[in-house]
């Protein structure tokens, strides 16, 4: 039987791990939405596959425009948003007791879907590869949270951008130390997450079809490195 030190120093590496762990996932996630956002920006009508304000607004400024047509595009997105927002929360209360090992549960299901969507991306409609994404981005953006202690939006730059000046303003003149941690955290989200956005530029320039290829092999190789990882129990 294990000692209370060793319960409690078990307890400790656990949880590092798992800070470690999604950590890690929410970097490659911050990087993964910028880089399909410049895809669906600009291979699918100027949409946002994460950004769900800048969809709104061009749905109601094409609305009100009388421009019913290219709304769509944008209920698309929004719809799939939902959904995947939805069912991150419904897979993470499935595998919540399944430890360290739920990691690769969620990342198993971004990975399959992207493969689907890049093998079929020459068939799908226009409206399908967008609901598709949105739902993708959904549920990203619902698992994928935590960069090191802070929470932050791996696919929405108007929280993080929010939150970060906040920290700032609270370390220059309220001296706090934690908001510094907070500070550099978030502004790393919002670096990683412009990075990805240029990289899928880049991509996209070279050949379209590639995006969602490079997506899919980043996902790939997200989940092969938490399944060949050793993990705890937990």
């Known amino acids: 039987m294990e000692s209370l030190k060793e319960q409690s120093k078990n307890m400790h590496i656990k949880k590092n791990e798992t800070l470690y762990i999604s950590t890690i996932l929410t970097i490659?996630?911050?990087?993964?939405?910028?880089?399909?956002?410049?895809?669906?920006?600009l291979q699918q009508d100027e949409v946002f596959a994460s950004a769900q304000t800048g969809n709104l607004v061009s749905l109601s400024s094409k609305l009100f425009s009388g421009e019913w047509k290219e709304t769509m595009s944008h209920v698309w997105a929004f719809g799939g948003f939902l959904i995947g927002a939805f069912a991150g929360e419904a897979v993470m209360d499935r595998?919540?007791?399944?430890?360290?090992?739920?990691?690769?549960?969620?990342?198993?299901?971004?990975?399959?879907?992207?493969?689907?969507?890049?093998?079929?991306?020459?068939?799908?409609?226009?409206?399908?590869?967008?609901?598709?994404?949105?739902?993708?981005?959904?549920?990203?953006?619902?698992?994928?949270?935590?960069?090191?202690?802070t929470v932050v939006n791996n696919g929405i730059m108007t929280g993080n951008t929010k939150n970060l000046m906040s920290h700032l303003y609270q370390l220059v003149f309220k001296n706090d130390s934690k908001a510094k941690?907070?500070?550099?955290?978030?502004?790393?989200t919002v670096?990683?997450?412009?990075?990805?956005?240029?990289?899928?530029?880049?991509?996209?320039?070279?050949?379209?079809?590639?995006?969602?290829?490079?997506?899919?092999?980043?996902?790939?190789?997200?989940?092969a490195w938490a399944t060949v990882r050793p993990l705890r129990d937990s």
């Open 181 to 188: 941690d907070h500070l550099a955290n978030l502004a790393a």
């Open 95 to 149: 595998y919540q007791d399944k430890g360290l090992i739920r990691y690769r549960y969620y990342l198993l299901i971004q990975t399959v879907l992207l493969l689907v969507l890049a093998l079929f991306q020459d068939q799908f409609t226009g409206a399908l590869m967008i609901f598709s994404l949105g739902t993708l981005a959904g549920y990203e953006l619902t698992i994928f949270r935590k960069f090191r202690g």
């Open 28 to 41: 490659i996630a911050s990087f993964l939405m910028g880089f399909i956002d410049a895809y669906t920006f």
């Open 191 to 223: 670096l990683i997450f412009m990075l990805g956005a240029g990289a899928g530029t880049l991509t996209i320039r070279y050949h379209a079809s590639y995006n969602l290829w490079a997506a899919f092999a980043i996902s790939f190789l997200a989940f």
